[in-house]
């Protein structure tokens, strides 16, 4: 049922829901190993497709970027689970490269690349 993809992911095959250009898709569940232990992460396509443009510009597999990821999220003070941390790090990448190499920092981030948390969002009129 699951195919090993060449960068050491394994994935199902793709459904037909699966097979779409709209970015609002549900998350597709991939296996692979981190440091030895298999482990299934689930991201939207989108995310998938960044994060193997990334690992193909780094030079290394899917599995090693998950692992560098999951390492960096494990020292973070408050660790996101490890999907959340993936499309974090994703998002600060394009950010850096879309700024030339730089984010505004925030008073967290300054301390190790980490996001700052969120604060509690206000509700905007019209909001419900």
């Not at 793709?14 to 992460?41: D, M, N, Q």
């Not at 689970?81 to 981030?109: D, M, S, Y």
Request: charge should be neutral; proline fraction near 8%; hydrophobic fraction near 40%.
């Amino acid at each position: 049922m699951f195919s090993k993809e060449q960068d050491g992911v394994e994935s199902a095959p793709p459904r037909c829901a699966e097979v779409t250009t709209s970015p609002y898709h549900p998350p597709v569940k991939r296996s692979l190993a981190i440091a030895g232990h298999k482990t299934s992460i689930s991201l939207e396509p989108l995310f998938w497709d960044m994060l193997r443009a990334a690992a193909t510009q780094e030079g290394v597999a899917i599995a090693g970027l998950v692992a560098r990821i999951d390492a960096e999220r494990i020292r973070a003070d408050t660790a996101p689970g490890l999907a959340g941390a993936i499309r974090i790090w994703l998002v600060t990448r394009q950010a850096r490269t879309r700024t030339g190499g730089g984010i505004a920092p925030t008073e967290a981030n300054e301390k190790g690349g980490e996001v700052a948390p969120a604060g509690r969002a206000e509700a905007e009129p019209g909001d419900q």
